[in-house]
């Protein structure tokens, strides 16, 4: 009979643990550099709202138990179940937990980018289709821990449930796109009714709402094509990496408005009918300076008339 040693000596572990372990610590990584974004965010902003706070606060706890699970599920396999080759490939009580929390912490950082799409566009119809999908993917991920839970293997969970896991990523993605491409969709409507100073910062917000909704977007895309095209522990890897994605996408959102503060100043835009620029500076006080437009109107002659418009500056 040979031993346990001689068999795992001619198991290539690659593959599967290998990659397990690899997606365990880019995600210990990134939740180092959540946890430094989340301290630096109550230092910078004390004087946020308090609901604001509590899900900031809420986030990172997720996190910390998303963290330590994983944690837990690779030490469950290589340490407690050490020699026993079959329970690599069946799913650990504390893996599954992973992707019931996965189906928290996504969908609710989502939820809240589609409520600050909802304040930019100042419509209900566009936030409410992403709203839709974040519910819809906390769903399907609820149902693929589920399917986890009750399936023998990993392998048995590939056949029966591919369609599942498939649904739920194509979903987050969907929501991702939609959120990026209106988000600078309207900011770039907004874009012409400022000054040049407001343009760039316009065009810094640009960036950053296609770089963290490209982001995520990415990680759940590579997560679809890893798990459907090739059969090893690849997507789990991927898997354990887009809640940090999330979470950092969120709160380095929420610390770039220091940039804007050490940069100049708080925008509002022009609208059509509002005549009025505000700037808040950090280095001075409060300034309001109000557009005053003055028509004149002369006749030359009956058939010609002149209009000269007057623009008066004036400062409280």
């Known amino acids: 009979m040979a031993e346990p040693s001689s068999v795992l000596w001619n198991t290539d572990f690659n593959p599967t643990i290998g990659a397990f372990e690899i997606g365990v ?28 706070k509590a899900f900031v606060g809420a986030v990172w706890i997720l996190e910390l138990a998303h963290t330590a699970l994983t944690a837990h599920s690779i030490y469950f396999i290589t340490v407690v179940k050490y020699g026993q080759k079959q329970f690599i490939n069946q799913f ?4 599954i937990a992973v992707v019931a929390l996965s189906g928290i912490i996504g969908p609710a950082i989502q939820a809240f980018f589609a409520d600050r799409l909802r304040r930019l566009c100042s419509s209900w119809i566009i936030p409410s289709i992403c709203w839709i999908f974040s519910v819809l993917r906390c769903i399907t991920l609820m149902a693929v821990a589920g399917a986890a839970y009750t399936s023998d293997s990993i392998t048995d969970f590939r056949e029966k449930w591919v369609w599942l896991l498939t649904s739920s990523l194509a979903i987050s993605t969907a929501a991702d796109m939609i959120i990026a491409f209106y988000s600078c969709y309207y900011l770039w409507q907004r874009r012409d009714r400022g000054f040049k100073k407001t343009k760039r910062l316009v065009d810094q917000l640009i960036l950053w709402t296609i770089q963290t909704g490209l982001l995520t977007s990415i990680g759940t895309v590579t997560m679809l094509i890893l798990f459907v095209a090739v059969h090893n522990f690849a997507w789990m890897a991927v898997f354990f990496v887009i809640s940090r994605l999330f979470s950092n996408s969120l709160v380095a959102s929420l610390n770039a408005r220091s940039i804007f503060r050490t940069s100049g100043d708080k925008i509002h835009f022009v609208g059509e009918e509002d005549s009025t620029f505000h700037a808040q500076s950090s280095h001075s006080r409060n300034i309001n300076v109000t557009m005053t437009r003055i028509t004149e109107k002369w006749i030359t002659d009956e058939r010609l008339q002149k209009t000269r418009v007057i623009d008066q500056d004036s400062e409280s």
């Open 25 to 52: 610590m880019v995600s210990m990584f990134l939740f180092g550099l959540v946890t430094s974004q989340v301290f630096s965010y109550f230092k910078k902003f004390p004087n946020d709202p308090y609901l604001m």
């Open 92 to 95: 650990p009580v504390s893996l």
